[in-house]
């Protein structure tokens, strides 16, 4: 099955900074990766995605790239705000009749003043 | 629109008991998920159902753990007897089919005694 690495497990920028959490996957046949944010005992929320026919994608502040070659894919947060911090969690879809998505651990991003 | 609806959101129970979760999905999402997220891990599919029928339940503890979708739309998801490892928040999600994007509740965090 799909396997999917996260790093780094936690990472803290000062406001105004940059942030990438980067993401490996396993199986080549997968198509579709997003991003999901998830504050502090709430339920994860989709920020981003892209599909496999895409190179990068970005949505004002936030940015994906993909690299199917090498089968990675990151996630890029310009300009950092407080309220960006959470933990963000990868995900790669496979293919076939269930597509299911395999998550990646979490990035714990806090962003400090 | 509504989101995904989960009831309760907290539940503690001693070990050997049993205990039940209720999804009600985003009207017209075909596909609905429950996942069981760990502290400090990504959420981990348990089953998918796709209407009322069940796409993927590789990753479910059958001898432990049951999930329905009668009429295609309301799931519930049951624990019996629940062990120390069940703690967790097991949430749920939904989408228009399986290859959309996937939105999820705010979750229902299980203690076990």
């Known amino acids: 099955g799909e396997n999917v690495e996260q790093h780094p497990s936690t990472l803290s920028v000062q406001e105004g900074d940059s942030a990438v959490i980067k993401c490996t996957y396993s199986?080549?046949?997968?198509?579709?990766f997003p991003w999901y944010k998830q504050e502090l005992g709430k339920r994860p929320q989709l920020i981003i995605d892209i599909r496999s026919n895409v190179g990068e994608k970005k949505d004002q502040r936030i940015a994906v790239t993909l690299n199917k070659t090498a089968k990675h894919f990151s996630l890029h947060i310009t300009e950092t705000q407080p309220e960006d911090s959470a933990v963000y969690f990868c995900?790669?879809?496979?293919?076939?009749?269930?597509?299911?998505?395999?998550f990646g651990t979490g990035t714990r991003l806090q962003v400090t003043l | 629109e509504a989101g995904v609806a989960q009831s309760p959101r907290y539940k503690i129970i001693e070990k050997r008991q049993s205990v039940a979760f209720w999804c009600n999905p985003i009207s017209g999402h075909a596909t609905l998920y429950w996942y069981q997220q760990i502290l400090g891990q990504g959420p981990k599919l348990l089953i998918q159902f796709q209407n009322n029928g069940v796409v993927d339940d590789s990753q479910l503890p059958k001898d432990r753990f049951s999930a329905e979708r009668l009429k295609g739309v309301d799931s519930t998801l049951k624990i019996q007897p629940a062990k120390l490892e069940d703690s967790a928040v097991y949430l749920c999600a939904s989408s228009l089919g399986s290859y959309q994007p996937q939105h999820f509740g705010d979750g229902t965090r299980l203690s076990i005694l």
């Open positions: 199986d080549s046949a997968s198509n579709y």
């Open positions: 995900a790669a879809r496979s293919t076939g009749t269930a597509s299911k998505l395999t």
